[in-house]
T-cell receptor, first 115, second 111 residues
């Protein structure tokens, strides 16, 4: 198993550009999520999905869109990049949303710089 | 929503000493409390977790304690080694069933 994979590893964008961060998992996990990590602020939840076709907002959803058309993939779209979106983005997945299956496994991260 | 506070933000210990990191949470319905270790430039990795029906859990040199009444939980690392140096994050899963993370503790183990 590759676990949780993310592409790209590093990206530089100009303000106003759009892009998609890719996330995939091969563990047949039901639950997937996106976090951003900024210095001194821990990990903050952007969006999450409890299964294919179901997504919902987390703590900091503004400026981001997600979709979940398959169990394996959960892409994060930046609609119009802003310098405030400079961050490290982590995708995570867990077996389920329910008690007993909630341990989350993280991808390697995408480092994004918006100029 | 859930709020998780973590202390201290930095911690230095001598090799072989113990380290303790503390977290408090606000949502009394929180039922799952994982701890993650993150080395520089790497992904967070789960090192231990505890559920609300358990007061303490131990795995070799690492232990976690939970006090539901006071709404706080702690990570204890004994016999620290240089490879324990990293950032440690606590998290709590509240009534919204999402993980809320603390702000992290930079642990440095001095040889």
């Amino acid at each position: 198993n590759a676990g949780v994979t993310q592409t790209p590893k590093f990206q530089v964008l100009k303000t106003g550009q759009s892009m998609t961060l890719q996330c995939a998992q091969d563990m047949n996990h039901e639950y997937m999520s996106w976090y951003r990590q900024d210095p001194g602020m821990g990990l903050r939840l952007i969006h999450y999905s409890v299964g294919a076709g179901i997504t919902d907002q987390g703590e900091v959803p503004n400026g981001y869109n997600v979709s979940r058309s398959t169990t394996e993939d959960f892409p994060l779209r930046l609609l119009s990049a802003a310098p405030s979106q400079t961050s490290v983005y982590f995708c995570a997945s867990s077996y389920s949303y329910d008690i007993g299956g909630e341990t989350q496994y993280f991808g390697p991260g995408t480092r994004l710089l918006v100029l | 929503g859930e709020n998780v506070e973590q202390h201290p933000s930095t911690l230095s210990v001598q090799e072989g000493d113990s380290a303790v990191i503390k977290c408090t949470y606000s949502d009394s319905a929180s039922n799952y409390f994982p701890w993650y270790k993150q080395e520089l430039g790497k992904r967070p990795q789960l090192i231990i977790d505890i559920r609300s029906n358990v007061g303490e859990k131990k795995d070799q040199r690492i232990a976690v304690t939970l006090n539901k009444t006071a709404k706080h939980f702690s990570l204890h690392i004994t016999e620290t080694q240089p490879e324990d140096s990293a950032v440690y994050f606590c998290a709590a899963r509240g009534s919204a069933r999402q993980l809320t993370f603390g702000s992290g503790t930079q642990l440095t183990v001095l040889p």
